[in-house]
């Protein structure tokens, strides 16, 4: 008997090296379980994918019952990280308060692969707690509704298997620096550029008597940041600009703060010290 795979669940994201979600987890939840043990189909994981599959015979036929019945199966993501939503383009609320949800209609003709966004899911507040293994949290539901559960596999064995993707962009910031103004005035920047081209510092009007700050025009994608190449300037009085020799340090995740200007929302903030 040959095994063959009929359903495939994949992630996207950017931010990591992967290029998947490395804190996702699917779970069926215990009837889609035994559902899919009790109709001869086989589930696991590999390398962070999500497969279904079931044996065939030497014609090339599925070993499956019933041969058609709608059914859906159902799925709960799950996560280790709670902090996902720091670098995940997605809803901010935690997720003791709410959970993306996915319910699909598989309809004849339907092409795959499925893109499944988490920005376009569902949010369903004030969810049911539920148990999974020990360290997961419940990030969400999938249910995948087939008509012809039958055909469908018989369908995905010779076509290939149907792939569904859930995916996030990676999340972007304001980039913000600030200069200590407590060190040598002729080291003082009055530019910072952006040589690279994805953005550009402007000074923002800030009373502090500390610091003054420098913010990016635009929101820069976490994935992004490497590539940044911020230089500071001093501009003098003849409008002639000098690069200052010291290293501008480059943001990252653990440089989240508010933002020192009204709204206080959250921003990359590094410090400039001279």
């Given at each position: 008997?040959?095994?063959?795979?009929?359903?495939?669940?994949?992630?996207?994201?950017?931010?990591?090296?992967?290029?998947k979600m490395d804190f996702l987890e699917i779970f069926p939840s215990n009837s889609t379980q035994d559902w899919l043990k009790n109709h001869r189909n086989y589930f696991r994981t590999v390398d962070q994918t999500f497969i279904i599959s079931c044996g065939v015979d030497s014609d090339g036929i599925p070993e499956i019952e019933p041969q058609n019945q709608p059914y859906s199966l159902h799925f709960y993501l799950g996560t280790k990280d709670v902090n996902f939503a720091l670098f995940t383009d997605c809803n901010d609320k935690p997720l003791h308060s709410h959970s993306f949800h996915f319910n699909l209609d598989l309809n004849p003709g339907l092409q795959t692969p499925?893109?499944?966004?988490?920005?376009?899911?569902?949010?369903i507040e004030e969810v049911k707690p539920i148990s999974l293994p020990?360290?997961?949290?419940?990030?969400?539901?999938?249910?995948?509704?087939?008509?012809?559960?039958g055909d469908f596999v018989k369908s995905n064995v010779v076509k290939g298997p149907s792939?569904?993707?859930?995916?996030s962009a990676a999340k972007s910031y304001q980039l913000i620096f600030a200069v200590n103004k407590l060190g040598n005035p002729e080291l003082m920047p009055t530019e910072i550029i952006e040589e690279s081209g994805f953005t550009t510092f402007n000074p923002?009007?800030?009373d502090n008597s500390t610091h003054a700050f420098f913010a990016s025009q635009s929101e820069i994608s976490i994935d992004k940041l490497n590539a940044l190449e911020c230089v500071s300037y001093r501009v003098h009085d003849n409008n002639s600009r000098t690069k200052l020799k010291c290293r501008v340090p480059k943001f990252g995740l653990s440089n989240i703060s508010k933002s020192p200007s009204y709204p206080h929302s959250p921003v990359l903030l590094q410090e400039i010290k001279y």
């Open positions: 008997m040959k095994i063959v795979p009929w359903l495939v669940i994949d992630s996207k994201h950017s931010f990591y090296r992967s290029g499925i893109s499944l966004n988490l920005k376009d899911a569902e949010h020990s360290g997961f949290f419940k990030l969400g539901e999938l249910r995948i509704n087939i008509p012809s559960f792939t569904f993707i859930i995916e923002i009007d800030v």
